[in-house]
Nanobody
């Protein structure tokens, strides 16, 4: 089992920046992928970005060039630096991780609100 706890959400004006962090605990050695999803009101949950243990990354087209995902394997954390935020980035952001055996774990989410 893996437990994930997010932090760093809040209210920010359009064009501003915010940093989300997620700390993992439990069966840490089983984690391969860590990442972030988001769910806006009335919409389905969507991928934002993910990072492999090796450091390889992948981003949704909507956030490329604005968001940066990073990971500290020693501290079992993953972060999402968000810049040039837009009102459409408003959502609950969920930390997730996937084990080498393809079991997924989710955090409870942190709300990001971008005002225009």
């Amino acid at each position: 089992q893996v437990q994930l706890v997010e932090s760093g959400g809040g209210l920010v004006q359009a064009g501003g920046s915010l940093r989300l962090s997620c700390a993992a605990s439990g069966s840490i050695s089983s984690i391969n992928i860590m990442g972030w999803y988001r769910q806006a009101p009335g919409k389905q949950r969507e991928l934002v970005a993910y990072i492999f243990r090796s450091g390889s990354t992948n981003y949704a087209n909507s956030v490329k060039g604005r968001f940066t995902i990073s990971r500290d394997n020693a501290k079992n954390t993953v972060s999402l630096q968000m810049s040039s935020l837009k009102p459409e980035d408003t959502a609950v952001y969920y930390c997730m991780c996937a084990s080498y055996s393809s079991v997924n774990y989710w955090g409870k989410g942190t709300l990001v609100t971008v005002s225009s």
